[in-house]
């Protein structure tokens, strides 16, 4: 864990580019840091308090297919936990997102065992979806997308929270955030990024086999809404986006 000073510090000195990911993480007050592909691997390889998986660039998968789709390339299993009490909300932290188009996506897997650093394979889990957020307001061309009302310019952090489901058993999870960009029409961009959690609390709940899904294997060009031409007549004004794949699951 790192101060709320470090690593302010942290994100006002990250290079902008054309790309991002989920860079840190909060739960309550408490900051947990995310791996940075801008800098120097050989100290975050080693970093005992590293809770979020390896990622080495901030640009897209652009495959629905793509293995790093599970938890962006390389994906290797980070060495700390983010403690966290079902129930409470971890939000996930960005800076300068530019993308305004598509939806954003909240997952979670339990972890074989309860290690999520012998679960390398993030393919081989079962993900479940703690929250989405969509087409908020307008139409799918110009309206609004929550992908574009979280983003700040002012140098602040982008802020997205979603609430671990109350009634979760406690054991060691994945978390994954996904962001998919669709303003290049029949070009869906993915930005994936993973984290180790661990989870107490009461709850003794597991999502049924409706609410759980392979990543890959959730999303493909066959979809309608991932294969998307976003400015084509008859979809540009449309209000209406229903994002693919499993329901969310709340507990």
Known sequence: MLSTIALLTTLLFTPVTSHGGCLNYTVGETWYPGYSPYDDPTPQDAAPWMPQRKWTTNEPILSPTNTSLACNAPGDPA??????????????????????????IAWMARCPHDDCHAAADATALSWFKIGQRGLESGTIETGVWFQGSFSRWDGGPSLWGEKVPEGLEPGRYLVRHEV??????????????????????????????????????????????????????????STVYNIPGPPVWKG
């Open 180 to 237: 998919v960009s669709l303003h290049s029409a029949r070009k869906p961009q993915f930005y994936v990024q993973c984290a180790h959690l661990e989870v107490s609390g009461e709850g003794r709940e597991r999502p049924g086999d409706e609410y759980l899904t392979r990543i890959p294997g959730v999303w493909s060009m066959e979809q309608p809404e991932i294969n998307i031409d976003i400015y084509a007549p008859g979809v540009s004004n």
């Open 79 to 104: 060495r700390a936990y983010i403690p966290i009490t079902a129930g409470q909300t971890i939000t996930a932290v960005y800076m300068y997102w530019i993308h305004t188009v598509g939806p954003m």
